[in-house]
């Protein structure tokens, strides 16, 4: 096994240690007619796992990996010790940027060949081992060519590179048989108005996109094309800021119909909003498609990208997930990350073993409590006025017939509880 040598596969034991063993996440267990496995989907993150070396804003390296360095053969041993951690965890799928894969060449050609080369060395070691590509994407914002945007950029051959390389990955995506594309705008934003043509950028970013779909479509991908929402960092302003901005931009570029969102817990708090919230508007949207379950730190303001560890954030996820109808493409990738201080290889797979009994906790909670109903029949219960039939002729009706009815009628509206806090008692019997 290399790196995780004397590490045995995770198997499910209730009296376990958390670590070593599943003690909550059955891939087998059923609920409501699918397993585990096939309502959860996990997914594991090539970048995170594998390639982040321990860094942040005010420090470097800490990670030393047998596998970090710019050559073809680390590239071949960072792939082989991911698939031993699969071996290990026995998720089902894996997620991928193309720069976590392959080291960059010395122009784009050698890039792509380089790109080619560990997709054919990774399709070998699937059909070994029966893991599955989740989704692929391009890293369009960590080399410095990308710092003032991709599709955004205002220098034209940075437009036609992010284009080629999408090309590529959309390309390797395919030939993994990976059920996603995801367009992840880390850069698509600005810094400062005093030197950004914002309609142009917006523009630029549409056509963009409307290109993606196109080539997927006739390249004969057939997964989902996602969006990943994305507030603030690094830029000033994001075009992709959150759930809402994405639906007013596809609509925009009448995309709305092809393009779906992969929604991250952080990045929504981020955004200022809730996992759930973001969750419940893509699902009324009619646009949600996958998740990245990570966390941030509440005392940080930035993107710290942990390991979930909160059974009852989780359940609220997970619930609007179910209401949703569960995943049909998409799935749950650890988009994650450890502390620069877990240096030990038990650490990366403790952490994947303890977020993925996180997620299995609360996965159970949401489905009993949808299975219970209480929470979907008070809610039915708030808007029963809306299915009367009066209700029903004043949404289809005018301002003034509205108006009239009130006089009619002599109504007078009585305030009603919202029972907010009875609500949340009502969760807590769950989790």
Not at 72 to 99: E, N, T, V
Not at 372 to 381: C, F, I, Q, T
Request: charged residues 25%.
């Amino acid at each position: 096994m290399g790196y995780f040598e004397g590490i045995a596969p995770i198997r499910f034991d209730p009296d376990g240690d958390g670590i070593t063993t599943f003690r909550h996440y059955d891939a087998d267990e059923v609920l409501g007619g699918r397993t585990m496995a096939e309502h959860l989907r996990f997914a594991v993150a090539w970048w995170h796992g594998f390639a982040w070396p321990g860094g942040d804003p005010f420090g470097g390296q800490t990670f030393e990996r047998p596998w970090f360095g710019d050559t073809m053969d680390h590239a071949r041993a960072k792939a082989d010790a991911a698939f031993d951690l699969f071996a290990i965890l026995g998720q089902p799928y894996f997620c991928w940027h193309d720069a976590d894969i392959r080291p960059e060449g010395d122009d784009f050609a050698q890039s792509r060949a380089n790109l080619e080369a560990m997709i054919d060395h990774i399709g070998g070691r699937m059909e070994e081992t029966g893991t599955k590509c989740l989704w692929g994407t391009a890293n369009l914002f960590s080399h410095r060519r990308f710092m003032a945007g991709a599709a955004t950029n205002p220098d034209p051959d940075v437009f036609a590179y992010a284009a080629a390389t999408v090309k590529a990955c959309i390309d390797g995506t395919h030939r993994l048989g990976g059920e996603n594309y995801v367009l992840w705008g880390g850069r698509e934003g600005y810094e400062t108005l005093l030197n950004t043509d914002l309609k142009r950028e917006r523009e630029q970013a549409g056509r963009f996109l409307s290109m993606v779909v196109d080539y997927a479509r006739k390249v004969g991908f057939d997964g989902t094309i996602l969006i990943e929402p994305k507030p603030q960092e690094p830029t000033k302003h994001q075009y992709d800021y959150d759930v809402a901005t994405v639906y007013g931009f596809l609509k925009d570029f009448g995309l709305e119909a092809e393009v779906k969102v992969n929604v991250e817990q952080g990045h929504a708090i981020l955004a200022g909003h809730s996992f759930e919230h973001e969750l419940a508007l893509a699902s009324a949207l009619g646009i949600f498609g996958s998740i990245d379950m990570n966390r941030n730190d509440y005392q940080s303001g930035w993107d710290t990208d942990q390991f979930p560890n909160s059974v009852p954030e989780v359940a609220l996820a997970y619930y609007e997930v179910l209401r949703a109808g569960g995943f049909t493409t998409g799935g749950t990738n650890f988009d994650a990350k450890l502390r620069r201080q877990s240096l030990d290889p038990i650490d990366l797979v403790a952490a994947h073993v303890g977020a993925m009994d996180v997620c299995a906790r609360g996965l159970r909670a949401a489905h009993a409590m949808l299975e219970d109903g209480v929470l979907e029949d008070l809610r039915a219960e708030r808007y029963a006025g809306w299915d009367e039939d009066a209700a029903a002729a004043m949404l289809s009706g005018t301002l003034e017939q509205a108006a009239a009815r009130v006089e009619a009628e002599g109504i007078e509206p009585r305030p009603r509880s919202g029972r907010q806090e009875r609500l949340e008692a009502i969760v807590n019997r769950y989790v």
